[in-house]
């Protein structure tokens, strides 16, 4: 009697999304080892390995990859893979393609929490960091409130709905600011644009236990994402709540969006493109797949765009934002042409 022969396209599936996972990984290691050597001076990767491990001779170049590049790539990498994630949970969350941190209003209010500290402020700019990750919180904060309470809580429509009139709300609020402090806006520009400054570990002490908790978060959702992109319906005969699994996915995307606003800035490019480029090079919507991929492919893209950023007029730096557009939009163009 003949035997069966296996499958071919689950593990032809299954290879593809390797191979993404390796590439995004390969292309996260290079682009840190890149991030650590180059920059106003160029540090050779072997002096790096050394002050890694301790065994480098004291001087400025130790002194210049411990104590400048490491925590600023570190930083790179901890947000690229926030905002990464952050948009595969809201996009799987709201069954939006288009859905990002904006949608449940982190970017709003983390915009007015560090035009506040900026222009109103400017003597106490060691808050920056604290403003934006506060007032991103409260916004998405406000949205789940009103998104949860009244007729049909818990919706997509009425989530969605919510988050654009709170973004609506901070966005006046900052121009206001801007407006009431038209000499001090040049200070705001870096920011608004998007960039990673060299400030050491003060600002990941601030925010790591909210990247954390986000990040802890984002472990259980995967199957119950699953589930949710079958439909409601079918979501709650297996037994899951979609309201629910709504409310804590956006709960974990908006401590992570908010953690990446308050050491970055706007950076939006990257929670809503990078879930779509996962997705449609690993030909697949699973979120066991879509999340971890997200998460370094996110990371990889923005340390090589802040290489980039320092590198090509060094010394002066450019924002970081910019350079997310330009090595992001290509590449999901020639995607989507292939899909």
């Known amino acids: 009697m003949a035997v069966a022969s296996p499958p071919v396209r689950p593990a032809r599936r299954f290879a593809r999304q390797g191979a993404v996972l390796a590439c995004a990984t390969f292309a ?10 180059l920059g106003a001076v160029d540090v050779p990767l072997g002096t790096v390995i050394d002050a890694l491990r301790g065994t480098a001779e004291e001087g400025p170049l130790k002194e210049i990859v411990t104590q400048l590049r490491l925590p600023r790539t570190v930083s790179a990498i901890f947000v690229g893979a926030g905002l990464g ?3 595969a949970l809201l996009q799987g969350a709201l069954a939006n393609p288009l859905a990002s941190p904006d949608v449940i209003g982190v970017t709003g209010g983390s915009a007015f929490g560090a035009m506040l500290v900026l222009l109103a402020f400017p003597g106490s700019i060691a808050l920056l960091p604290v403003g934006a990750l506060a007032f991103g919180l409260l916004a998405s904060a406000i949205v789940f409130g009103i998104a949860w309470t009244g007729v049909n809580r818990g919706g997509i429509q009425r989530l969605i709905l919510a988050g654009i009139a709170i973004s609506a709300l901070f966005g006046a609020g900052t121009m206001t600011l801007m407006t009431a402090y038209p000499d001090r806006v040049q200070s705001a520009v870096f920011w608004m644009a998007g960039g990673i400054t060299t400030t050491g570990w003060e600002d990941m002490r ?4 909210y990247f954390a908790a986000g990040f802890a978060i984002t472990l259980a959702m995967p199957r119950a994402l699953d589930r949710l992109s079958l439909g409601d319906d079918v979501a709650a005969s297996l037994g899951s709540r979609p309201a629910v699994i709504r409310l804590v996915a956006g709960l974990a995307a908006a401590l992570l969006a908010a953690s990446a606003a308050a050491i970055a800035g706007l950076l939006t490019f990257i929670g809503l493109v990078i879930p779509h480029l996962v997705r449609m090079a690993g030909g697949t919507s699973r979120h066991g797949f879509v999340i971890p991929a997200s998460a370094v492919a996110g990371a990889a893209l923005l340390v090589t765009g802040d290489t980039l950023a320092r590198v090509i007029l060094a010394p002066r730096e450019l924002p970081v934002g910019p350079f997310m557009v330009v090595l992001g939009v290509p590449l999901f163009l020639w995607l989507l042409r292939r899909q």
């Open 206 to 209: 601030a925010v790591w236990p």
């Open 85 to 87: 994630v952050a948009g």
């Open 28 to 37: 996260l290691v290079a682009s840190v080892a890149a991030s650590m050597s």
